[in-house]
């Protein structure tokens, strides 16, 4: 079975412009995760998508949305982007929604904000 | 909400040693408890998880410990070896908000 998949890697911006992440989770898995991962946050949940609805939010502002396809698929966008936007995002799947089980996490998107 | 404390974040040991880390939690109603490795450079995977009506489960050399009533589970890694040399990330979260905190990540360093 083929694991998180995201796309592209690495991606270079600058201030002001947008970015959008797409992450594919593994084949079945209906609950797709972000979280943003910079040395001095650690990784911080931004979103939960399961069955195309949003179903928990972290504690980053408008600028961070998202959405989840019928397949699952699932897109992160940033608009307006800020030097303290670069950071690895990572997605993560996992079978269910509210109820705490294993993630599975894709390679990640490499942001970096000039 | 929930808050999840990690530490160290650097711990240097070497080979054939055991490695612990801790995490402390602080949302009694956080029920599930999974540590992540991640390798320089490649995803967090999952290495081992608990859950609270558990209060230890091993899984060869690694092993994790949970005190419900003192709000603190750790990591054990028993024998050591270089291979093991990444950053390990507790988490939690509870059946309520299902959003997992993570901890801060603790650099395992292990020295051949």
């Known amino acids: 079975k083929a694991g998180v998949t995201q796309t592209p890697r690495y991606l270079i911006k600058t201030r002001g412009q947008q970015v959008t992440l797409s992450c594919s989770p593994i084949?079945?898995?209906?609950?797709v995760s972000w979280y943003q991962q910079t040395p001095g946050q650690g990784l911080q949940f931004l979103f939960e998508?399961?069955?195309?609805?949003?179903?928990n939010k972290g504690n980053f502002p408008g600028r961070f949305s998202g959405r989840q396809f019928s397949n699952s698929r699932s897109e992160m966008n940033v608009s307006t982007l800020e030097l303290g936007d670069s950071a690895l995002y990572l997605c993560?799947?996992?079978?269910?929604?509210?109820?705490?089980?294993?993630?599975?996490f894709g390679p990640g998107t490499r942001l970096t904000v000039l | 909400g929930e808050n999840v404390e990690q530490h160290p974040s650097t711990l240097s040991v070497q080979e054939g040693d055991s490695a612990v880390i801790k995490c402390t939690y602080s949302?009694?109603?956080?029920?599930?408890f999974p540590w992540y490795k991640q390798e320089l450079g490649k995803r967090p995977q999952l290495i081992i998880d608990?859950?609270?009506?558990?209060g230890e489960k091993k899984d060869q050399r690694i092993a994790v410990t949970l005190n419900k009533t003192a709000k603190h589970f750790s990591l054990h890694i028993t024998e050591t070896q270089p291979e093991d040399s990444a950053v390990y990330f507790c988490?939690?979260?509870?059946?309520?908000?299902?959003?997992?905190?993570f901890g801060r990540g603790t650099s395992l360093i292990v020295h051949p």
């Open positions: 993560a799947s996992s079978l269910f929604s509210g109820s705490p089980g294993e993630q599975f």
């Open positions: 084949s079945g898995h209906r609950s």
């Open positions: 998508y399961f069955s195309e609805t949003q179903r």
């Open positions: 949302d009694s109603a956080s029920n599930y």
């Open positions: 608990i859950r609270s009506n558990v």
């Open positions: 988490a939690a979260s509870s059946r309520g908000s299902y959003i997992p905190t």
